[in-house]
């Protein structure tokens, strides 16, 4: 997995992790890469510092290692990876995910009022989603919102299809247990 930091052409600065550079190309290639604040398809990589790892000399009169569980929240050792699903996070992940209902940021608290809005009236079908979708498009489904997991292939072949899908700017919770 991969992290960058990226910038919509509006100025507004999220992170978001992908599987590699080409899963970051491939999204953004096929417009599927979107702002989590404002929804602008036009998304290009922010400038941002490289981690590099020491060598031994500097590790040695490095100070001992914070143990685990001590240090900030969105240190490299304690940062779980999102499922590949999310397309984008918030500039500070872990708050937004183990805290959406206390969220501090104006889009912390958009993307939790968005959470709670689509699981109060939409219906998860996890994983089923793309063969849900398609059933609901073609009428041999009743009506209604779902919402659920889709493959990148899943999600561009239900796209091609005028299937009208989004990404949402969140992992589903089953995901944060």
């Known amino acids: 997995m991969i992290r960058y930091s990226l910038k919509c052409n509006d100025g507004h600065s999220f992170d978001s992790w992908f599987n590699s550079a080409q899963a970051f190309d491939r999204l953004q290639g096929g417009g599927l890469l979107t702002c989590a ?12 510092a490289p981690r590099i790892a020491a060598g031994e000399a500097s590790r040695r009169d490095a100070p001992p290692a914070a143990p685990q569980g001590s240090g900030p929240r969105n240190s490299p050792q304690q940062t779980p990876a999102p499922h590949p699903a999310a397309v984008a996070t918030s500039a500070s992940p872990d ?3 183990l ?10 608290k958009a993307v939790a009022e968005l959470r709670r809005t689509l699981e109060k009236h939409s219906q998860d079908v996890g994983r089923d989603f793309p063969r849900e979708a398609r059933r609901i498009h073609e009428g041999e489904a009743p009506a209604r919102m779902i919402h659920g997991e889709a493959r ?3 999600a561009r072949s239900l796209i091609e299809d005028g299937i009208e899908i ?3 700017p969140f992992v589903p919770r089953r995901k944060l247990s």
């Open 37 to 48: 604040v404002c929804g602008s398809a036009d998304v290009r990589k922010a400038i941002m």
């Open 152 to 154: 990148i292939e899943d």
């Open 166 to 168: 989004a990404p949402l």
């Open 95 to 97: 708050r937004a995910r």
């Open 99 to 108: 805290r959406a209902d206390a969220a501090a940021t104006p889009m912390e």
